[in-house]
């Protein structure tokens, strides 16, 4: 299995495997445009692949916001997950935060412990007394409730 940087023509095979994870839906942001400017931005997409087939097996996607590195997309497909490859993956991502030197957040599912476990591993901390608040439908705000 081979980490390597994503590459546009992957779009369609990387997007089933985040269906096929449950991590992939329209309001998210998950298309090549967005991609491509959060990697203009100092974001990077890896890819975990089966060089035998061709086929993406993980993701790794890292964006920047210019503070901080927000760690996204992070998976194996289920048939090659418990084989030591999520730790390939994070490894190859850990160079890439360490490379750029801002601290990294990321958001995990709290029945993920096989996930949990991997990051904690890593070297991230959990913040149990914070919460996590999302607008995830912009379109859909409306202001003048606040009054």
Do not use: C
Not at 37 to 63: A, H, N, R
Not at 94 to 114: P, R, S, T
Not at 117 to 142: N, Q, T, V, W
Request: charged letters at 30%.
């Amino acid at each position: 299995m081979i980490v390597r940087d994503y590459h546009p023509d992957d779009f369609n095979a990387l997007f089933q495997l985040w269906e096929s994870l449950e991590m992939a839906a329209g309001e998210r942001g998950d298309n090549p445009a967005i991609i491509r400017q959060t990697l203009e931005k100092g974001g990077k997409l890896l890819v975990l692949e089966d060089p035998g087939t061709g086929s993406i097996i993980g993701s790794s996607w890292m964006t920047f916001d210019g503070r901080r590195l927000f760690l996204h997309h992070f998976g194996i497909r289920k048939d090659f997950q418990r084989k030591g490859l999520g730790t390939k993956l994070a490894v190859a991502s850990l160079m890439f935060i360490k490379e750029k030197g801002y601290q990294v957040k990321l958001e995990v599912h709290k029945d993920n412990i096989a996930a949990i476990k991997l990051y904690e591993k890593a070297g991230f901390e959990s913040f149990p007394d914070y919460d996590i608040l999302m607008i995830r439908r912009p379109g859909e705000i409306e202001p003048e409730n606040m009054h």
